[in-house]
């Protein structure tokens, strides 16, 4: 596994490195020691899959606060998304940062394929779809607590993340999220 660090501290980006052969191949896609040596949060205890029936469709932007601070892996199973992060952490050199990435589960000229974005308690995150029928799987570091899911505005001046389509769907929950306030 090959973890690179992105300008939003203590977000990274992981690549599996893939043995091949004529059947294919493996990777391993999650080991604690890795994660641990990367100072990560090592912890999975629930994993979820969002499927998107439509190009453009937007969820986000999703995070809990305490006491239930969630740390996610995300990383796209099947077409692609461009997936953004945005950190919410008061005292960090990259507060109200955004990043993205694109994750897609082939492999093309542009993107590497098996590619996830771990992102660290007290970050914001969504994605986009970049292709119908696309399949995001997550794995959370701690379980979904309704009371304290909480969420910012897709297209807040604060931030503003340049989502790189048309928003084709999003969910009334989503748009209802209130501007940021620092």
């Not at 059947?23 to 896609?29: C, D, H, K, Q, W």
């Not at 641990?36 to 190009?55: A, D, R, W």
Request: glycine share 6%.
């Amino acid at each position: 596994m090959i973890f690179t660090e992105t300008k939003l501290k203590g977000a990274y980006i992981i690549e599996l490195e893939p043995i091949e052969d004529e059947r294919g191949f493996f990777a391993r896609s999650f080991c604690q020691k890795e994660f641990e040596k990367h100072g990560l949060n090592p912890c999975i205890v629930q994993c979820n899959i969002s499927y998107n029936k439509t190009k453009g469709a937007l969820r986000g932007m999703h995070y809990q606060v305490a006491p239930y601070e969630e740390a996610k892996l995300a990383s796209c199973i099947r077409g692609a998304i461009y997936d953004v992060i945005v950190d919410l952490r008061p005292d960090s050199p990259t507060y109200c940062q955004w990043f993205a990435v694109e994750l897609t589960a082939h492999r093309s000229p542009l993107t590497a394929p098996y590619k996830m974005l771990y992102v660290p308690k007290g970050f914001a995150h969504g994605f986009q779809t970049l292709e119908s029928n696309s399949v995001v799987f997550y794995q959370m570091s701690e379980f979904y607590h309704p009371e304290c899911g909480k969420g910012i505005r897709w297209d807040d001046p604060a931030f503003g993340i340049n989502w790189p389509l048309p928003i084709q769907s999003i969910s009334k929950k989503d748009i209802s999220y209130p501007n940021f306030e620092r």
